[in-house]
């Protein structure tokens, strides 16, 4: 008798992240603002100086001690949180280097109710894997690339609290972004579901909706939207950007 291989649960793979010590990201990355190679804010967007790469990557300054636990960071693996690449430590300064996410989810509005719901599916199955994951973060914005996919931009520099009473917090404020990002989204349209409606109550009380929400249940990709808005991006760039940013975007997507 024939034995049938035993079925395992598919897992996401860790992320190799690079560490490089005594190493300025700006040795490999070059800024796209050369007038503004480290700026105040401590965050910029860099093209990898190998032309066979050409890719874009979001370069920002850290004061984190925890990202010393390569271990957690590789953990990070999911296709709507923008990927951690390497860190770099240069003069007791910490650097932090991310995939770079093509444009705000907040350049797309207004959108209707159904694209709205393509991107809280995302979003919300994205920051159930950070919960169960275990560690504390902090979302600074939601990104989506040209063709559509949905990614969330974490804040590197945070320093998270593990108290649990500190967690029940995280949640409100994740519910409080999120109401926000609604608001934004559907721009001056009142003319919504009772589905839609609910779900908004649900992030008002401070939970966050289950992924199984009706209001979820019916989705329209923003892909064209996203194309059309980068389209646009691109013809207010320079001649040299967009030959840049069009290049790298081709890759990243």
Not at 204 to 229: D, M, Q
Request: charged content about 20%; glycine content about 4%; proline content about 6%.
């Amino acid at each position: 008798m024939e034995r049938k291989p035993s079925k395992r649960p598919l897992r996401p793979a860790a992320v190799r992240i690079a560490l490089h010590l005594d190493r300025h990201p700006t040795i490999d990355y070059l800024p796209l603002n050369s007038q503004q190679r480290e700026p105040a804010t401590g965050s910029w967007t860099a093209m990898h100086r190998n032309h066979e790469k050409r890719q874009l990557v979001d370069i920002q300054q850290v004061k984190n001690d925890s990202l010393l636990d390569l271990n957690s960071l590789s953990a990070i693996s999911n296709p709507y949180v923008a990927h951690p690449i390497a860190v770099y430590y240069y003069h007791k300064r910490a650097f932090f280097v991310q995939e770079h996410v093509a444009l705000s989810v907040l350049e797309l509005a207004p959108l209707c109710e159904h694209q709205i719901a393509y991107i809280f599916t995302q979003v919300l199955s994205g920051l159930q894997y950070l919960l169960v994951l275990g560690i504390g973060f902090q979302v600074t914005q939601v990104r989506t690339t040209v063709t559509g996919d949905i990614k969330m931009v974490l804040d590197w520099s945070y320093e998270p609290n593990i108290s649990p009473v500190f967690r029940l917090a995280g949640t409100s404020y994740l519910a409080d972004f999120l109401r926000n990002m609604f608001g934004e989204l559907r721009g001056g349209c009142r003319n919504w579901s009772a589905e839609a409606c609910d779900f908004v109550t649900i992030l008002e009380a401070g939970y966050l909706p289950a992924s199984t929400h009706p209001f979820l249940s019916r989705t329209l990709s923003i892909r064209s939207v996203a194309w059309f808005v980068m389209q646009r991006k691109l013809a207010a760039l320079p001649p040299r950007q967009i030959d840049l940013r069009g290049s790298c975007l081709d890759r990243n997507s």
